[in-house]
Structures are given as structure tokens and as C-alpha cells.
T-cell receptor, first 116, second 115 residues
Framework: AQSVAQPEDQVNVAEGNPLTVKCTYS??????LFWYVQYPNRGLQFLLK??????LVKGSYGFEAEFNKSQTSFHLKKPSALVSDSALYFC??????????????FGGGTRVLVKP | SAVISQKPSRDICQRGTSLTIQCQVD?????MFWYRQQPGQSLTLIAT?????????ESGFVIDKFPISRPNLTFSTLTVSNMSPEDSSIYLC????????????FGPGTRLTVL
């Protein structure tokens, strides 16, 4: 069964500092990996995805993520955090070669608080 | 990306009643999904809404409690039946397209409170 772990419930960072949100995954085959962000009282917004190719993926709002197959990780990063980046971040995985390959499995979420 | 709307955006209901949530997409999509997000928690997939056939439910969710309709490629409904306070959650609709490596796009959610 596929699974995702986000080991940190909350990440605090000062505005202007680098931001990292950690994610590790478990699938039997090659994964498709996604990051979503949820602002208060709103639905999830898609940030970026890894399907194949370059391990460094660039997405919306200056975010990027690095796929590391040996460490089964897909950490989300932003070089310089903004107060407006404060939100709830979810990592998700799917195994496209499984019979239920359309199913997304989400991590528990990490709350990011960027302080001015 | 698809534009997804949900109705209602929020509701407060009495236990024992039922609520039907609507999800409308501005384009035809292959896959539609319904998720539940309990307070302070992650998203859990309830079911995949299949056009022209019965929904496919995940473990722990049953059709009698969460009946789903998918009459066409742009619309779906989820009913939360015989509600209890434990059903208080945000319910989210999402859509995906096989041709786009199935990244899913989410509606704004329906915040349900059951008293």
C-alpha cells in the first residue's frame, strides 16, 4: 500500500529565510508525487508535481521540490519565505501502475508559520 | 486547470438529517473524487465518482452513508446521510484527467457542522 509521511506538524521560519517542508513516501513502483497548499477556509491549491525526468521540480509561487529516489523523499523548498506563505501544506503520492492508480494518498500535513 | 464550484459552502445541520453537496466543473473530466477532511486532519478519500456507474468506495465508507451520483462528466453530488456530530468535516470534491498524469484539482470545500 502506498503511504506518505510528513514528519513535522509545524514549521516556523522567519520571513526571508529558507523554508523546507519534509515529505517521505512509500510505493511499490515509481511514484507520482504532488504538493498542495491549503490557505485558511479555502480548498487545496496545486503547487507542483514530479512525474519523471529532472529531480528538481519548480512550481507555483517560487516553490520547488527535489525528488530523491534513494531516500524516498520529496521535500518542498522555497529560498526566501514570505509571511503570505503561512498555510497548511500537503504532500501526496500515487502509484500509476497499480489497479487503483488514480488514487491519491495524502500526508498528514505540515503547518507553516512565517514570522515577520 | 479546471474551475470547480461546490454548493453549499457551509452548513449547520441537525443530527439525523441528510445533506447533499453539489460539485460542478467548468469542463468535462474523466475522474471525480470526494474527500473528507476532519478538523485538524489530512484528507481521506471517500470514493471515486464514476460516470454512468456506481461509485467506488474506500475502506470504511459505504454507499448507504455516503450515496454519490455522477449523472454526467461535469457534475456530481455527495449526500451525507443520517448525520451525527462525527460527520462534522470539510468535504472536498476534486477532479482529474487521465491525460494530465492525473494531478487533481480541488473545489473550495463544504464545511459541515452537525449539532
Amino acid at each position: 500500500a502506498q503511504s506518505v509521511a510528513q514528519p513535522e506538524d509545524q514549521v516556523n521560519v522567519a520571513e526571508g529565510n529558507p523554508l523546507t517542508v519534509k515529505c517521505t513516501y512509500s510505493v511499490s513502483g515509481n511514484p507520482y508525487l504532488f504538493w498542495y497548499v491549503q490557505y485558511p477556509n479555502r480548498g487545496l491549491q496545486f503547487l507542483l508535481k514530479y512525474i519523471t525526468g529532472d529531480n528538481l521540480v519548480k512550481g507555483s509561487y517560487g516553490f520547488e521540490a527535489e525528488f530523491n529516489k534513494s531516500q524516498t523523499s520529496f521535500h518542498l523548498k522555497k529560498p526566501s519565505a514570505l509571511v503570505s506563505d503561512s498555510a497548511l501544506y500537503f504532500c501526496a503520492v500515487r502509484d500509476p501502475f497499480k489497479a487503483a492508480g488514480n488514487k491519491l494518498t495524502f500526508g498528514g500535513g505540515t503547518r507553516v508559520l512565517v514570522k515577520p | 486547470s479546471a474551475v470547480i464550484s461546490q454548493k453549499p459552502s457551509r452548513d449547520i445541520c441537525q443530527r439525523g438529517t441528510s445533506l447533499t453537496i453539489q460539485c460542478q466543473v467548468d469542463s468535462q473530466v474523466t475522474m471525480m473524487f470526494w474527500y473528507r477532511q476532519q478538523p485538524g486532519q489530512s484528507l481521506t478519500l471517500i470514493a471515486t465518482a464514476n460516470q454512468g456507474s456506481e461509485a467506488t468506495y474506500e475502506s470504511g465508507f459505504v454507499i448507504d452513508k455516503f450515496p454519490i451520483s455522477r449523472p454526467n462528466l461535469t457534475f456530481s453530488t455527495l449526500t451525507v446521510s443520517n448525520m451525527s456530530p462525527e460527520d462534522s468535516s470539510i468535504y472536498l470534491c476534486s477532479v482529474g484527467d487521465r491525460g494530465r498524469h492525473n494531478e487533481q484539482f480541488f473545489g473550495p470545500g463544504t464545511r459541515l457542522t452537525v449539532l
